[in-house]
């Protein structure tokens, strides 16, 4: 985990961690927001998340994002993309920050 300014930047692995994963058919999937125009939601198999970590920086959600339990999201070539998240996790994650 890595600061700067007011965001809060998460390895992919601390990313990976703290997200609320659930059984899709028998594929480990994570629930998504995508912002736009209108919020879409879906749930994305763990390969594609692991995916758009490889490629894209992980932070930290504001207050709006946390309150609908989507505590991680970042930005891609198609706009703001929010991950469901495990609250307890997520807290435990903020208080080992240095």
């Given amino acids: 985990m890595r600061r700067d300014g007011e965001r809060t930047y998460l390895t992919a692995d601390e990313a990976l961690g703290v997200m609320a994963w659930q059984d899709d058919n028998g594929c480990?999937?994570?629930h998504t927001f995508r912002g736009g125009f209108a919020?879409?939601?879906c749930d994305w198999p763990r390969r594609d998340v692991e995916e758009?970590?490889?490629?894209?920086e992980a932070q930290l959600t504001g207050p709006m994002a946390r309150r609908m339990k989507h505590g991680v999201g970042g930005?891609?070539?198609h706009g703001l993309?929010?991950?469901a998240t495990d609250e307890d996790r997520l807290v435990a994650l903020k208080r080992e920050a240095p």
């Fill in 28 to 30: 480990e999937a994570v």
């Fill in 52 to 56: 758009w970590l490889a490629k894209n």
């Fill in 39 to 41: 919020i879409i939601g």
């Fill in 75 to 77: 930005i891609d070539g």
């Fill in 81 to 83: 993309i929010t991950f």
